[in-house]
């Protein structure tokens, strides 16, 4: 039968993400020629006298009516299969066997199926047929990559590969080293995916497979853009987009602009990416592709939103948004709701932002989860899988022992069961042994973190006294020392009846203002008067702008949901803790930015600070005082906080601290 080639869906932006299609499964059935499956009626098949030519209509009904009706193609291959061994018809039971197979394939039950293709390899080997072997090679390996068995799945692509090269035809060879580059590449390994892709487009360049060679074209595109090689990227996807264009393959030509958009995006030549875009939801909305309309639609709204074209941006994101949802695109929908909160964000709208920032975090926690599910299901298939087989081959061998020595088959089978028991049981031993040291080294850590916020507020203490012994003896000492001596200066002249000079006075006057002006600035760092009387977030905008401006940093804070006080632990808190982190970014950040947000949401208090500065290096691990008093604070008062770098540079924490509803 025909094959087509496989070409890689799109990137959704500029190139970060590439998702990889199904293999291709080689439906060959090596007795019929492609054009004569279901061609036959059931009623006159099942009629036919019981010979081998009924064996090969039973099976061309059995994979004509897969998609049909699933229970009746179940049973013409079964009446085949069951023919076939009554009749010795090793090829129609191979036959049988492989369609078998494919249906089981098509319901995911992949266990029964691998059975099955075994069966119908052993059979092809017998028979020397390498076509036959080939295509059950290339269905094995379709097998374990849907189990997430990719070593395996490549092992079973290379063998049939090895067939290919010797029997032929080059077609199904470029397909299958095709096939080989995408599971390379899901194997991370990039480099070898690209060489086995350009041998797949020299095959097909070779025999003028047009179509084929563009594919490989798109295909060597998406390895090389994730490789970080966008030159020679951009120059497949042309390539590729003038066959396609050429040739009125309108659905693969959108395939590629959009792939291109997100290269010509990503290198900031927004205009070239936003006319790659259009006209591939031109051409997807012509065909109803819902999947890509989306993702060209929330490409399209990005690029917009880079260009500044802020209320097209969101019309496009918005319509992308619903669309993906509609068709549980995740990735796309992920892309939307990132670029919906940058996009108001921009226009300055923060619990927008703030709102479609959520959305994404959600959304992204619930696909990892999802993923990590699979991947567990997908691990514990294999395991079981694996010990199946290792358990068949183990009871077969017992029953062949068994069998020569039957006088004592009581006695093994009590063995076998008995070391099945111990196996179990030392395994149950062994795993709750293992889950004790884990928990006890979760329980050690946790009182190492404890007993270093102890440490580190100990220490932030008596650091904090020292500063204040240092201010009272170095400041407001020397002050008291000065306006002591000038008292005694005028009370000397007093008691002499002698005039006290005006300068003198003022010279007093001025000692006592400084004295009182630094005793209010002590007590003010003790307990803002500000945060007593207007509360969190006026006091906190009132330390920025002491803070910030005296060391010649810019500063912005935007509060919303702030209109009602919270307790006083709370404010006192929240207080301190971006007090810290202010102090952190003048002492060590090099910043000229800071944005400060307070956001009162339902039940809880979000502030989000950041800073342009260095940022986290490798070497400072979060071992600082400064940081362990801020995660003990949180701590105490039952909330959450994260802190490290920003998504451009600089540092970016987020504390959420839950309040009271009101």
Known sequence: MPLRPVCSPPSNTAGKTFRWGLLVLFATTGLTAAGQKGNNKPGAVLGLPDDTAKVLALSDLCFAYRRLDADSARRFGE????????????????QALNDLAILRIDRSDYTAADSLLRHSLALRTQLHDSAGMAAVHNKLGIIHQARFMLEEALEEDLKALAIYERTGPPSHEATLLNNIAILQFNLQRPQEALATHQRAAAIRERIGDGAGLAASYGNMANVEAKMGDTAAAVGHYERAIGYFRSEGLRAELAVQ?????????????????????????????????????????????????????????????????????????????????????????????????????????????????????????????????????????????????????????KRWLVTLAGGIAALVLGGLLLLQVQRRKARARHDAAIIREREAGVRGVLEATENERKRMARELHDGIGQQVSGLKFRIREIASKANAGLPVPPATLKEAMALADDVGRDVRDIAHDLMPRSLEELGLAAATGDMLRRTLDSAGINHEMLQLGMETRLAPEMEVGAYRIAQELVQNTVKHAQAKQVNLQLLRRRDHLVLIYEDDGRGFTATDGDQGIGLRNIRERVHALHGQCTIGNGDLQGMQATVRLPVAST
């Open 257 to 409: 602009l959009n792939n291109l958009a997100g290269i010509r995006a990503g290198q900031g030549r927004l205009e070239e990416a936003a006319a790659a875009y259009s006209e591939a939801l031109s051409i997807r909305n012509a065909a109803n592709d819902r999947k890509g309309i989306a993702s060209s639609l929330i490409g399209l709204g990005g690029t917009r939103l880079r260009q500044g074209r802020m209320g097209e941006a969101g019309h496009l994101l918005h319509q992308g948004l619903a669309l993906s949802r509609q068709v549980d695109a995740r990735s796309e929908q992920l892309q939307a709701l990132l670029d919906l909160a940058r996009l108001h964000a921009r226009q300055d709208h923060g619990d927008s932002s703030f709102f479609f920032h959520q959305a994404y975090a959600a959304l992204k926690d619930s696909v990892f989860n999802a993923d990590m599910a699979a991947r567990l299901a997908q691990a514990e298939t294999r395991f079981e899988t694996e010990k199946k087989e290792r358990r068949i081959q183990m009871q077969r061998a017992e029953i062949a022992e068994l069998e020569r020595r039957s006088e004592h088959r």
């Open 79 to 94: 009446a085949a299969l069951h023919l076939a061994r009554k009749l010795r018809f090793l090829r129609g039971e191979a």
